[in-house]
């Protein structure tokens, strides 16, 4: 119907130009008969257009396909974005677990004196408790592997942009639990337990007085123990840049001079305050 009342319209603006242009040639009787040969072919060709075939409606199971093609598209794209969505969430979280297994075979002589059993001398090189003075040589061979180790550590990547941190490990050292004869058990010791966010760290790990990067790697557990500050222990610090400021868990223990056991004080009520830059030439 609308396509019949355009054609008639054309005819209309068809017929009305032509009988314009017929009216402004009616001064020249020698172009009548062009125009109306020119009218006629006009109504020839609308009559050709109106009785047209109109185009066929389209077939619905073309449509139905169709639609169905655009809707499988459109779910693979939501399926594909839920996936990368999911990619990105599981890269901000990572959980590992570590650790190694050792085994010591360690020979100790002493030319001054025996060494108890169970003594830390056995299992690190203290230089303090080396015995001197007796008479006498007394060598130890002691297997163990008390030093094998086990950690968690959990990395998380918050909206804010910080980063939070999780870490515990474990090993066997100093916590005798059972004998050489039977079982040769031991306890777990705690190492590390801190979470750190951002710039602070909240927990135990080695203390803000020690400088890690400088031990020199050595089978031995603790190396070059007279050179060095070695030791763990709760704190709270923060990092900034070179700088670094803790509030660590306060110890003393004084060494009489000329000898004598020491003395450990168990009533510090001040947290040790710690202030450290790292000079990096």
């Not at 109106?50 to 389209?58: K, S, T, V, Y």
């Not at 003075?133 to 002691?142: F, M, P, Q, R």
């Not at 450990?264 to 990096?280: E, G, H, I």
């Amino acid at each position: 119907m609308a396509r019949n009342t355009i054609f008639r319209g054309i005819l209309s603006l068809l017929i009305a130009v032509s009988l314009t242009a017929v009216t402004n040639a009616s001064a020249d009787e020698s172009g009548v008969a062009e125009l109306e040969a020119r009218v006629e072919a006009l109504e020839a060709l609308v009559q050709q257009l109106l009785q047209g075939e109109a185009p066929p409606d389209p077939d619905p199971l073309v449509i139905e396909d169709r639609v169905r093609q655009l809707a499988e598209a459109r779910v693979a794209e939501v399926i594909e974005e839920h996936y990368r969505e999911e990619q990105e969430k599981a890269g901000r979280h990572s959980y590992k677990f570590g650790g190694f297994a050792k085994t010591n075979v360690m020979f100790s002589d002493y030319g001054g004196g025996s060494v108890a059993p169970n003594n830390a001398g056995r299992d690190f090189y203290i230089p303090g408790s080396i015995p001197v003075g007796d008479d006498g040589s007394e060598g130890y061979l002691d297997y163990h592997a008390k030093e094998s180790r086990i950690n968690f550590r959990s990395d998380h990547a918050l909206d804010n942009g910080n980063r939070l941190t999780t870490f515990v490990e474990v090993d066997f050292l100093l916590s005798g639990a059972g004998d050489e004869r039977v079982s040769n058990s031991y306890n777990p010791r705690l190492r590390h337990a801190f979470l750190s966010y951002g710039n602070w760290l909240f927990g135990q790990s080695w203390t803000t007085l020690q400088n890690v990067a400088a031990l020199p790697e050595t089978l031995d557990f603790i190396g070059p123990s007279e050179s060095t500050i070695f030791g763990r222990q709760a704190q709270v610090r923060y990092t900034k840049g070179p700088w670094q400021f803790a509030l660590e868990n306060p110890g003393t223990t004084i060494t009489p001079y000329g000898g004598g056991s020491k003395i450990v004080a168990d009533t510090s009520s001040v947290p040790d305050v710690v202030l450290r830059y790292n000079y990096v030439k």
